[in-house]
């Protein structure tokens, strides 16, 4: 059964970092496009960032973030991650993992088959 989950989620102060993995199992990370979305109570889940798979892999990121998250993956792991630097309060958020082995826009939901149950990130002094 193919299953994300999601870990690295936690409290980080200002201007503070952490790094989100999104662990697969039951299918290969590797020939999937895989997403990073973020929610807040209230509001619809937003795209961030997202890499196609290692056939011709790029990335893509929504430009409120760009220059302070990377994603990357590690497919000897099956994992894909999203390093977050320089975090702002408003970057608190449940964060999620998608993924899908045919995508056409990466940063739309409704692209996306398989999820995460999401990862709490708090950015607080």
């Known amino acids: 059964q193919a299953q994300l989950v999601e870990s690295g989620g936690g409290l980080v102060q200002p201007g503070g970092s952490l790094r989100l993995s999104c662990a697969a199992s039951?299918?290969?990370?590797?020939?999937?496009?895989i997403a990073w979305f973020r929610q807040v109570p209230g509001k619809e889940r937003e795209g961030i960032s997202c890499i196609t798979s290692s056939v011709d892999e790029s990335t893509e990121y929504v430009d409120s973030v760009k220059g302070r998250f990377t994603i990357s993956r590690d497919n000897a792991k099956n994992t894909v991650y999203l390093q977050m630097n320089s975090l702002k309060p408003e970057y608190t958020a449940v964060y999620y993992c998608?993924?899908?082995?045919?995508?056409?826009?990466?940063?739309?939901?409704?692209?996306?088959?398989?999820w995460g149950q999401g990862a709490q990130v708090t950015v607080s002094s």
């Open positions: 998608a993924a899908d082995s045919v995508v056409f826009y990466c940063l739309r939901e409704r692209e996306y088959e398989y």
């Open positions: 039951g299918f290969s990370l590797e020939y999937y496009t």
